[in-house]
């Protein structure tokens, strides 16, 4: 039996972007988790923030009247993701509505979509053409006449995975508030199962082995538990005006 461990030295790290959604709740506000599939190549099995990898095209110019400005108010957010900041916050909203169902934009009479009997079938397959690559967000914005919310969407901190894990990625977290008019739901492919969870009730199941955690996603729940409220978590969110980036080191290294 070979006991050698593989070291992943020369592992690329690839830019990433996760979105976390919350919703006021009782006793503490909600956060939308997903739980990953357990075959997945990175995070199996574990519950998690919608997100994933920045792809070439979240960096076309294509998009430049296709999403609302950042606030005045986002500037700080915008200065810190430097250069490339649109394509973070453009990968975040595809991640999220491949991922969760949730798409945060804005219909023709610029109010947040909402899916109703008339255009659910239709989302619904554009949500499948994005996972399978035949259709692009961009697509989906010119046909649909949308504008993607980046105005509503706040750029919070940075994590980069540690050396020798298999995957490493250069992840911008994001936070917003959850579209009323929308209901998110897991795709069935990369993700299994979908929850709305406090902070603090996650937290407890992970302690007790309900709910599988990286180490990241229990940092983060950690110091979200810190705010009892959806509208004080989200005021921290806006008006935050430092953006760490994090570099933990597994141990032993």
Same mark, same amino acid.
């Given at each position: 039996m070979n006991d050698t461990k593989v070291e992943h030295k020369d592992q690329p790290i690839r830019p990433a972007a996760t979105v976390i959604i919350v919703r006021d709740a009782q006793p503490q506000y909600e956060i939308f988790m997903l739980r990953r599939t357990n075959q997945a190549a990175?995070? $199996? $099995?574990?519950?998690?923030?919608? $997100?994933?990898?920045v792809d070439d095209h979240d960096h076309s110019t294509d998009y430049s009247p296709l999403h609302r400005p950042p606030l005045d108010a986002q500037q700080l957010q915008r200065d810190a993701l430097g250069e490339d900041w649109r394509a973070y916050w453009i990968a975040g909203i595809r991640e999220t509505?491949?991922?969760?169902?949730?798409?945060?934009?804005? /219909?023709?009479?610029?109010?947040i979509i909402e899916f109703n009997d008339d255009n659910q079938s239709r989302f619904d397959q554009y949500r499948e053409q994005i996972h399978s690559g035949d259709i692009s967000l961009? /697509?989906?914005?010119?046909?649909?006449?949308?504008?993607?919310?980046?105005?509503?969407?706040?750029?919070?901190?940075r994590w980069i995975t540690p050396l020798g894990r298999p995957r490493r990625f250069d992840t911008r977290f994001f936070i917003t508030q959850a579209p009323g008019v929308q209901s998110g739901q897991h795709d069935g492919h990369e993700t299994v199962d979908s929850i709305w969870i406090s902070p603090d009730k996650a937290l407890e199941m992970h302690a007790s082995k309900e709910l599988g955690l990286m180490g990241v996603t229990e940092k983060q729940l950690r110091t979200f538990a810190k705010h009892n409220t959806a509208q004080d978590f989200l005021q921290m969110a806006a008006g935050n005006d430092e953006f760490p980036t994090f570099r933990p080191v597994l141990p032993g290294k």
């Open positions: 990175f995070a $199996g $099995g574990m519950y998690v923030f919608p $997100g994933g990898r509505f491949e991922e969760s169902g949730f798409l945060l934009a804005y /219909d023709n009479q610029g109010k961009l /697509d989906i914005c010119q046909t649909e006449n949308l504008t993607l919310a980046i105005d509503l969407i706040h750029f919070y901190n």
